[in-house]
């Protein structure tokens, strides 16, 4: 059986997350998401978020604390994370 390609990987992990019951720790929420976004978007552009409350700003220090990484490597973490909360 040939190894599954990224994409296939993070679209997976992707519906693993979506589907999560458990409530978790605001920190590993905003890691996911920032994981999410880069691997999605790419880097963190300030004028994202037209409504900037605390909550946005808190998406945002989180986007763009993980902005150095490639696309690749942000799904490779995000998979890597919700694998790992899943187990």
Same mark, same amino acid.
Not at 1 to 14: I, R, V
Not at 77 to 87: F, Q, R, V
């Given at each position: 059986?040939?190894?599954?390609?990224?994409?296939? &990987?993070?679209?997976? !992990? #992707?519906? @693993?997350?979506?589907?999560?019951?458990? %409530?978790?720790?605001?920190?590993?929420? &905003?890691?996911?998401y !920032? #994981?999410? @976004?880069?691997?999605?978007?790419?880097? %963190?552009?300030?004028?994202?978020?037209?409504?900037?409350?605390?909550?946005?700003?808190?998406?945002?220090?989180?986007?763009?604390?993980?902005?150095?990484?490639?696309?690749?490597?942000?799904?490779q973490?995000?998979?890597?994370?919700?694998?790992?909360?899943?187990?």
């Open positions: 059986m040939p190894e599954k390609d990224l994409d296939t &990987l993070f679209q997976e !992990a #992707y519906e @693993k997350a979506s589907n999560m019951q458990q %409530a978790l720790p605001q920190d590993v929420m &905003l890691r996911i !920032a #994981y999410y @976004k880069q691997a999605t978007s790419g880097e %963190a552009n300030q004028g994202y978020y037209q409504n900037f409350d605390l909550r946005n700003a808190f998406k945002m220090n989180a986007w763009m604390q993980v902005q150095h990484l490639t696309p690749d490597e942000a799904k973490l995000y998979i890597e994370t919700i694998n790992s909360i899943i187990k």
